[in-house]
């Protein structure tokens, strides 16, 4: 699991950001974890809680911290490197979604099969070497409402009933 942890390449060496040392203010830790906990108040839709910052800002860092603070509830850290992560990435394959002709709708539906393979991927393949792990393509992806269906079921089944 360690494995699967987010790392830094710096200069000719990587760093395991998780055996580094980590400054924050309590008081932002705190809301960090209260903020990813929080309900969209909505039912409506559903929503995915994520970290939006510009690069290098300290996004992969404060997100074990924020998992382990005692106002957050979760019971599994999922992370999904596509760059920087020691050379463990995902990659769509091929990499233009929707095809040649760029079919909008197609794209979209593949984005859902492509996140549903790589959850599939992350939650049954061990991973320990560097290397860029390639996510075919469906050609004939489901709707979106499946992609959800197959998420839930994937998470439940790998990571029990009550996950958070």
Not at 1 to 10: E, F, G, M, N, W
Not at 118 to 137: K, M, N, Q
Not at 139 to 151: D, Y
Not at 158 to 164: A, L, S, V
């Given at each position: ?16 950001l998780?055996?580094q040392?980590?400054?924050?203010k309590p ?10 906990m ?17 690069t ?14 005692p106002?957050?509830?979760?019971t ?8 920087n ?32 393979d ?20 469906r ?13 839930e079921?994937?998470?439940e089944e ?7």
């Open positions: 699991y360690a494995a699967s942890l987010p790392t830094r390449k710096v200069e000719d060496s990587t760093m395991v998780h055996e040392p980590f400054w924050a008081e932002s830790l705190a809301r960090l974890a209260t903020e990813l929080r309900s969209p108040g909505r039912k409506a839709r559903d929503s995915i809680r994520y970290l939006c910052a510009p290098c800002s300290g996004k992969s860092a404060a997100v074990l911290p924020a998992f382990l603070h106002d957050a509830d979760f599994h850290l999922l992370y999904i490197a596509f760059r992560n020691d050379g463990k990435y995902f990659l769509a394959d091929p990499y233009y979604p929707g095809g040649p002709a760029g079919d909008g709708i197609l794209a979209q539906r593949q984005g859902g099969a492509f996140a549903v790589l959850l599939r991927s992350l939650l049954t393949e061990l991973w320990t070497t560097s290397g860029e792990r390639l996510i075919p393509l050609e004939v992806p489901g709707s979106p409402t499946k992609a959800k269906e197959e998420v079921a994937l998470l790998h990571c029990g009933k009550d996950y958070k």
